[in-house]
């Protein structure tokens, strides 16, 4: 069955960063876009940043120019580095597969929480 298991969360202090991990299986992960989205306490659910199968990357305005999304087909495997960080990117991170659209076929991570604070 399809299994996405997010990794590389933590505590981090404003300014700095993280690169985080979703690792992919029971899928052709090499056919199709991977997205990431966050859910910060108290908020919607928001679109951070996606992929496509040819490489192709779109970001939320709110991370533009900070945040990079990856992937290692080989390995399975979509990125998230996060450069610059700030108090407002705390949140629980997920990756989905496919595109900024949520479906009902898409599959989701269990997340992994990064907290930005000093």
């Known amino acids: 069955q399809v299994q996405l298991v997010e990794s590389g969360g933590g505590l981090v202090q404003p300014g700095g960063s993280l690169r985080l991990s979703c690792a992919a299986s029971?899928?052709?992960?090499?056919?199709?876009?991977m997205s990431w989205y966050r859910r910060a306490p108290g908020k919607a659910r928001e679109w951070v940043a996606s992929i496509s199968s040819g490489g192709s990357t779109n970001y939320a305005d709110s991370v533009k120019g900070r945040f990079t999304i990856s992937r290692d087909n080989g390995k399975n495997t979509v990125y998230l580095q996060m450069n610059s960080l700030k108090p407002d990117d705390t949140a629980v991170y997920s990756c989905?597969?496919?595109?900024?659209?949520?479906?009902?076929?898409?599959?989701w991570g269990q997340g992994t929480q990064v907290t930005v604070s000093s």
């Open positions: 029971g899928f052709t992960f090499s056919s199709g876009a």
């Open positions: 989905k597969t496919g595109g900024r659209i949520v479906t009902a076929y898409d599959y």
